[in-house]
């Protein structure tokens, strides 16, 4: 079993991406987990020099602030990746995986990711806000299968020649 956690900035390019390549890997490979920690742009800073502190990472800064956009760790604390170019060689050699988007298709996914809300708990650690959704009325999650009972049709005809005039039959039966 593998688990990867995605942490970064969530309206940027190189988080989309590896959005993207995790969400294959997810769905490629027969025992994945993923998490994702998007940040909010203003929040970013605060949350990777929170991820330095937690796991002793060392991101690349410039005048102490971090400027990777994104981080990604195993489960076991070790940091994988901190930049996308590293992170889509990684997964290319190790899985085969190549990024399956455009630019506008990325560009897209930015769009949609920064819909997605990020915050910081009490405790310091990042959380994602997930959207309770509505109790559905047609839930049919509790309601046993139907029963499919099997019928014997016949075949509809659709030329004036008797059924077995349409039929095809091995000639080598005929001798």
């Known amino acids: 079993m593998v688990h990867y956690t995605l942490a970064g900035r969530v309206n940027s390019e ?8 995790l969400d294959i890997l997810a769905v490629t490979l027969p025992d994945c987990h993923v ?8 929040h970013w800073p605060n949350d990777a020099a929170e991820l330095m502190r937690l796991y002793g990472f060392n991101l690349p800064t410039s005048s102490n602030l971090v400027i990777s956009d994104v981080v990604i760790w195993t489960d076991t604390g070790r940091l ?13 050699r ?3 995986i190549q ?6 298709e990325v560009l897209l996914y930015i769009k949609a ?19 309770a959704e509505p ?15 099997k019928k014997l049709v016949p075949p509809a005809v659709s030329s004036n020649q008797p059924l077995w005039l349409t ?4 000639t080598a039966d005929l001798s």
Not at 14 to 21: G, S, V, W
Not at 80 to 92: H, M
Not at 167 to 170: G, I
């Open 113 to 131: 990711n920064g819909f997605k809300k990020a915050r910081k708990d009490e405790d310091d650690t990042v959380q994602v806000e997930v959207e």
């Open 14 to 21: 190189e988080y989309a991406i590896c959005d993207r390549l």
């Open 35 to 42: 998490t994702k920690l998007p940040s909010k742009t203003d």
């Open 167 to 170: 039929q095809e039959h091995p």
């Open 80 to 92: 994988l990746c901190s930049d996308v170019d590293a992170f889509s060689t990684f997964v290319g």
């Open 135 to 149: 109790a559905s009325s047609t839930d049919v999650s509790a309601v046993p299968a139907p029963v499919v009972e």
């Open 99 to 104: 990024l399956d988007l455009t630019e506008a």
């Open 94 to 96: 190790n899985y085969g």
